[in-house]
């Protein structure tokens, strides 16, 4: 071999070398950065469960009323009857005339 190709085979040589040697680092690199994160999402997970738990300590009779009002039987509604024969109702005036 000359002495050009043992240069330019040191120069393939050093150049995986660089390559393999990055592709390590930000392997590592990205194996750090995600276990910042996982950290990261698990604190801010707890801190929502804490901050959602005390604000339902602190609205808890909000809460409560709401969960009466959902509870409760609604009203049915009413017959046809009765809202024809209603003064309050649009029904009872549907007939009239109107003269403009």
């Not at 990055?22 to 804490?50: D, G, P």
């Not at 959602?52 to 009002?69: C, F, G, H, I």
């Not at 049915?76 to 309050?88: A, E, F, I, R, Y």
Request: charged content about 25%; proline content about 3%.
């Amino acid at each position: 071999m000359t002495e050009l190709q043992k240069m330019f085979l040191f120069g393939v040589f050093i150049y995986y070398v660089f390559k393999g040697s990055l592709y390590v680092v930000l392997y590592v690199a990205l194996i750090i950065a995600e276990k910042h994160a996982r950290l990261r999402h698990k604190q801010i997970k707890n801190m929502l469960r804490k901050k959602r738990a005390d604000e339902k300590e602190r609205w808890k009779v909000a809460y409560s009323l709401l969960e009466k009002q959902e509870d409760a039987p609604s009203s049915k509604p009413l017959d046809l009857s009765q809202l024809v024969n209603n003064p309050n109702s649009f029904t009872a005036y549907s007939n009239a005339k109107h003269c403009f």
